[in-house]
């Protein structure tokens, strides 16, 4: 698929001279998708949803222990071999259940980017957004998902040190906390209607494979098939 030649490309420079445009905001993170974004993006890149999914996105799907079962809790019963066996590997004991976080989320991959170290540009091969291009524009920037959009502002005001890489924090108060809140409301929305209603519902060609996480560490790849197993419908 070719970008359209014309489409806007701005950086984050326009939002503030604190912004150094290093790009580290789009190497560092998954950025999750909710399905009016994923409408809102394909059409601004004029491709179907399906193609978007297929070609831009990937699952992300987080599995903590859990006891007692309840929203989006499911019995490790249900979980297929392969996935038990890399549980095994992280943890010799296999919880009765897990509470499964599935999501879709923006595609990362290894790129040649220009990153600043010590104030100087400097090239480095890193993981990083599909969107980001070189000189670090990003290629979706006037219909980016909301947080690319809130960062980073997006924490609560508690958590903000989390960003120590980014200048813009550094010398900005700007305050999106009411904006963060609205969009983490949309998310709990998100997981509740997949608990409701079940993922490949609201997702009705989601992508085909992603990356399994326990907590937070890699446990390995997953495929669609898989994480409809784990989670039958209720
Ligand atoms: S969508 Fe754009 S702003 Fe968001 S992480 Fe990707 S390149 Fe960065
Ligand atoms: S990490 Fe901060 S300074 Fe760097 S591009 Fe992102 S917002 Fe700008």
Redo the contacts with the bound molecule.
Sequence with gaps: MKINENSPKHS?KEESNFCLEC?E???R?Y?TLLPKEVEIISKFLKISKKKFLENYCELNVKIYPKSTLGVLTYPSTFFPNKIIELIKKKSFEIPTSFFVVPQVV?KRENKLTQTFFNNEPKKDFRK??????KN??????PK??I???L?PFIAMPDLREQYPFCELFKNSQKDFSIESKKYYSRIQKYFKEVNKKSFKSIWFNPPKSGELFYSDTLLGKISIEELIEMMPKK
């Design positions: 984050k790009g905001c789009c190497k993170y950025i923006l990083a957004c599909i969107f980001l291009e670090n524009f990003c290629k979706i920037y980016r998902p947080p690319c959009k960062f």
